[in-house]
C-alpha cells in the first residue's frame, strides 16, 4: 500500500453528506470547493517531502556512522602488530593491550591461521607462492579461508631502510596479505621474530591452531585443514616432524648453538623448522609471557621445542608436514634433508604446481592421513 492513503467524499443529491477532515458537516448539499481540495492537497505534498528528507538524513547518518565506527577494512590493528587484510569472520571481542590505547578489539574465529614467515629479499619468493598455492588476491584469500577455515598472511617485521619499507608498502596496497610485526627483521634475531608472531597470532586471530610456516615450501591448504579438524584428546597439542640430532657446538658451522652447554650432546625433540602447529591453549601460555621470560636459543626450532619441553604438551609426529615428494598424503613438501625447505624455491614452486599429484589429487579423509 502507498505511504499515504487518502479518501475524499463528494456529497450528492439522493445522499446526506458524509463528515469530513476538512469539511464541517452540513445538512445542505454543495458542490466540491475547489480552493479547500487544492489547499488539501498541498499540504499533503509538503509531507511527503518532509517525510523523504527526514528519510535521507537518518540513512545518509547511519552509513556515517557505520564508517567510522568499523574503521578502514584494508588494515585491522593491534597494538603494534597490523592485519593488512580484512576482517572476515564472526568474532568474539578481547580486551585491548596499551598499544590499542586500551580498546576493544575483535579477533576472526577460525579453525587455523596461517603466518608464513618472509622477509624483505623474499619478493620472489612470495611471486612464486601467489602464482602456485597462496591465494593471488584479496577475494581469492578470502575464499581460501571460507573453503578451509584457515587464514593465511605472510608475515615480515620492520626495517630501518626506508627504500624497503617503501617496496613493502606497495606490496601490501596490491596484495593485502601481510601481517606486519613491531620488531625488527632480521635473520639471527628469529627466534624474537616467532615469538612476536605467535602475540601477535593470538592477538589478532581467534583460531584452534596456530601454524608457522616458511616462505619455500609447497603446501597444501585443503590437507592442513583435514589435519587440523581431527579430534584430538589433547588440547596442548605441538605437531610437526619431530626430530633430534647432535648439538652443533662449532661457531664455523650454520647451525651452531651458542648455548649448547645447557642442552648436552643431544638435542630435545622438537619439530623442524620449515613449518609446526600449536595448539590454542599452548599459544595462549606463549602470549601471556612476560618479555624476556623465555630463554631464546640460536636456533628458532630449538627455541620452541625447548618451551613445548617445559610445558605439558602433547608431541603429534606427522611425516606428511615434511614430505620430500608430492604424494596422496603429503601436506607440506620440501627437500628434506637436503635444504631447510625447498633448494631452490622461486623455480621448484612452479615445477611441482605443474604436477597433478601436487596440486590436484583429491584430499584423503581424516582416518587416511596417519603417518
Known amino acids: 500500500m502507498p505511504l499515504f492513503s487518502h479518501r475524499f467524499t463528494t456529497a450528492s443529491s439522493s445522499s446526506p453528506a458524509s463528515p469530513s477532515y476538512?469539511?464541517?458537516?452540513?445538512?445542505?448539499?454543495?458542490?466540491?470547493?475547489?480552493?479547500?481540495?487544492?489547499?488539501?492537497?498541498?499540504?499533503i505534498h509538503v509531507a511527503i517531502i518532509f517525510f523523504s528528507l527526514v528519510s535521507v538524513f537518518i540513512g545518509v547518518a547511519g552509513t556515517i556512522f557505520a564508517l567510522s565506527s568499523t574503521g578502514p577494512a584494508s588494515v585491522y590493528r593491534c597494538g603494534g602488530s597490523k592485519d593488512t587484510s580484512r576482517v572476515i569472520s564472526a568474532s568474539r571481542k578481547l580486551g585491548g593491550d596499551g598499544g590499542n590505547n586500551g580498546g576493544v578489539v575483535e579477533r576472526p574465529k577460525l579453525l587455523g591461521f596461517v603466518g608464513i614467515q618472509t622477509g624483505f629479499d623474499s619478493g620472489d619468493r612470495r611471486t612464486a607462492l601467489r602464482s602456485t598455492w597462496f591465494p593471488s588476491d584479496p577475494d581469492s584469500l578470502l575464499r581460501l579461508e571460507q573453503a578451509t577455515g584457515l587464514a593465511f598472511r605472510f608475515v615480515i617485521g620492520r626495517s630501518k631502510d626506508a627504500k624497503k619499507m617503501a617496496e613493502l608498502e606497495k606490496?601490501?596496497?596490491?596484495?593485502?596479505?601481510?601481517?606486519?610485526?613491531?620488531?625488527?627483521?632480521e635473520y639471527v634475531r628469529l627466534p624474537y621474530k616467532t615469538l612476536a608472531f605467535f602475540k601477535a597470532a593470538f592477538k589478532l586471530f581467534e583460531a584452534d591452531y596456530y601454524v608457522k610456516a616458511d616462505n619455500d615450501i609447497y603446501l597444501r591448504p585443503d590437507r592442513l585443514a583435514t589435519l587440523l579438524a581431527k579430534e584430538r584428546l589433547h588440547s596442548q597439542t605441538y605437531i610437526g616432524c619431530m626430530k633430534k640430532g647432535p648439538v652443533i657446538t662449532?661457531?664455523?658451522?650454520?647451525?651452531?648453538?651458542?648455548?649448547?652447554?645447557?642442552?648436552?650432546?643431544?638435542?630435545?625433540?622438537?619439530?623442524?623448522?620449515?613449518?609446526?602447529?600449536?595448539?590454542?591453549?599452548?599459544?595462549?601460555?606463549?602470549?601471556?609471557?612476560?618479555?624476556?621470560?623465555?630463554?631464546?636459543?640460536?636456533?628458532?626450532?630449538?627455541?620452541?621445542?625447548s618451551w613445548m619441553l617445559a610445558m605439558d604438551v602433547h608431541h603429534e609426529d606427522n611425516r606428511a608436514l615434511c614430505d620430500p615428494h608430492c604424494s596422496p598424503k603429503s601436506i607440506a613438501v620440501w627437500d628434506i634433508p637436503k635444504c631447510s625447505g625447498l633448494c631452490n624455491p622461486e623455480s621448484r614452486l612452479k615445477e611441482l604446481h605443474k604436477t597433478d599429484m601436487c596440486s590436484k589429487s583429491p584430499t584423503l579423509p581424516p582416518d587416511d592421513i596417519d603417518q
Open 22 to 43: 476538512y469539511n464541517k458537516p452540513s445538512s445542505k448539499t454543495h458542490k466540491p470547493n475547489s480552493s479547500s481540495s487544492s489547499y488539501a492537497l498541498s499540504r
Open 171 to 185: 606490496e601490501i596496497k596490491e596484495y593485502r596479505d601481510f601481517v606486519l610485526l613491531d620488531v625488527e627483521e
Open 250 to 305: 662449532d661457531p664455523k658451522l650454520k647451525w651452531y648453538e651458542k648455548q649448547g652447554n645447557l642442552i648436552g650432546n643431544e638435542y630435545f625433540l622438537h619439530a623442524y623448522g620449515p613449518i609446526y602447529v600449536l595448539s590454542a591453549e599452548i599459544v595462549a601460555s606463549i602470549a601471556a609471557a612476560r618479555n624476556g621470560s623465555l630463554r631464546m636459543f640460536n636456533n628458532e626450532d630449538v627455541t620452541i621445542g
